[in-house]
């Protein structure tokens, strides 16, 4: 059975039509948890109301629960729940399509690893029993997915497939661009934050300089939580040069393939390598495109 994990906060305006459009796509095969962290709005009470969505009189296989904290406890939660050989993660604000020819194609080829698709923080579809042995999600507000791929990178079991993003149909976030001054504020203080947590290095500074004081408060607020403090082997990489046919593609883009590329260089398995030639012919070609996106 396939394990789908989503995490909603404040998606009250689009919950629906995403969980409607996960649902049209699945069997019998796949089950699908949902966790609410925290929500102000009625997310949750929607939720809710899936539990007991029939489709030809056989009700869906749907559990909602809650979890109050940060991002990364809500992800173990659903984890914790997952009855499922593996673990497909999706976005709350985003619909799809073709999600079971991608599960057929990991199924296939891709077993023994953890693969990320797409340039947005999901999906990532990985053997439940891999998951746990790494120790899930760590307790992060930010950057929990970027800290899962940096152990499972160092533990040669990552993979990200460029040419698998196929999936995705919209992506719903107009509802959440209205965040006061404070909140923004706040919001980048803890990716700061997080960013020095996970050795995630920090963008943006350069071309926006305006950002520092919020950049130096996370750095601060990073030292009160000194044990978390993590020393993964491969973001040393994140800072490698691209070769001249990818220079154009943006600063998410780069960190995976760098990524790849510590694998290639430190793993035995040749289908690091073989990843990084999927990626170099996808984005050779689309570079500019990409780079102004």
Not at 79 to 99: E, F, M, V
Not at 151 to 175: G, P, Q, S, W
Not at 207 to 231: R, S, V
Request: hydrophobic share 30%; aromatic share 10%.
């Amino acid at each position: 059975m396939i394990s789908i994990n989503i995490i909603a906060k404040n998606e009250e305006p689009v919950i629906r039509t995403v969980l409607d459009n996960i649902i049209s796509q699945i069997d019998d095969n796949y089950e699908i948890i949902i966790v609410d962290n925290g929500s102000k709005d009625q997310t949750y009470k929607i939720i809710k109301e899936y539990e007991k969505k029939e489709k030809r009189n056989k009700q869906y296989n749907i559990t909602t629960s809650q979890y109050i904290g940060p991002k990364g406890g809500a992800r173990n939660k659903a984890l914790q729940l997952s009855k499922g050989d593996y673990i497909l993660c999706l976005d709350a604000d985003q619909t799809y399509k073709n999600l079971q020819k991608l599960v057929k194609e990991y199924l296939q080829n891709y077993t023994n690893y953890a693969i990320k698709v797409g340039r947005s923080s999901f999906p990532i579809l990985a053997p439940t029993k891999l998951l746990k042995e790494i120790g899930g999600w760590r307790n992060l507000t930010h950057r929990e997915d970027w800290d899962l791929w940096f152990r499972l990178t160092d533990n040669c079991k990552y993979l990200y497939l460029a040419d698998k993003d196929y999936i995705f149909v919209k992506h719903y976030h107009e509802h959440k661009r209205k965040h006061s001054k404070i909140q923004t504020a706040k919001g980048l203080i803890e990716r700061y934050r997080d960013d020095t947590l996970v050795g995630l290095p920090s963008i943006h500074l350069k071309n926006q300089p305006e950002l520092t004081p919020f950049y130096i408060l996370g750095k601060i607020l990073a030292i009160t939580k000194i044990n978390m403090i993590a020393h993964y082997k491969c973001t040393k990489y994140l800072r490698e040069e691209l070769p001249p046919n990818l220079k154009g593609i943006d600063w998410d883009l780069k960190r995976h393939y760098n990524l790849l590329k510590y694998e290639a260089k430190t793993c035995s398995d040749p289908i690091f390598k073989e990843a990084m030639k999927i990626f170099e012919e996808k984005y050779s070609k689309y570079t500019t495109s990409i780079n102004n996106i």
